[in-house]
């Protein structure tokens, strides 16, 4: 069984920075994409930033110079670090992982999510 588990989310001020963290553990043979989308109140789910393709990156433009999303060197663990907090960011962070596990399976999964507020 493959879980991602997250970890960082919190209240932070406008201008603030926080730190994500996500582990996939279990049978877990690679990993093709992960990374962390956020759904906001009343919005839908987004996608944040993510690696695919091997070292390749996706950001959301209202992210772009602001997020960073880095690694492992076993690649199992997905970090975001965030910068310049706006209120807008604030939302529910999903992990994300796109995966075969140990027995071949391709699947996505998702963590539970974090809460993450940005509020003066």
């Known amino acids: 069984q493959v879980q991602l588990v997250e970890s960082g989310g919190g209240l932070v001020q406008p201008g603030g920075s926080l730190r994500l963290s996500c582990v996939a553990s279990?049978?877990?043979?690679?990993?093709?994409?992960m990374g962390w989308y956020r759904q906001g109140p009343g919005k839908q789910r987004e996608l944040v930033a993510q690696?695919?393709?091997?070292?390749?990156?996706n950001y959301a433009e209202a992210v772009k110079g602001r997020f960073t999303i880095s690694r492992d060197n076993a690649k199992t663990t997905v970090y975001l670090q965030m910068n310049s907090l706006k209120p807008e960011d604030t939302a529910v962070y999903y992990c994300?992982?796109?995966?075969?596990?140990?027995?071949?399976?391709?699947?996505?999964?998702w963590g539970q999510g974090t809460q993450v507020t940005v509020s003066s």
């Open positions: 994300h992982a796109d995966l075969t596990s140990a027995w071949g399976a391709r699947s996505n999964y």
């Open positions: 279990g049978s877990v043979f690679s990993i093709n994409a």
């Open positions: 690696f695919f393709s091997g070292a390749n990156i």
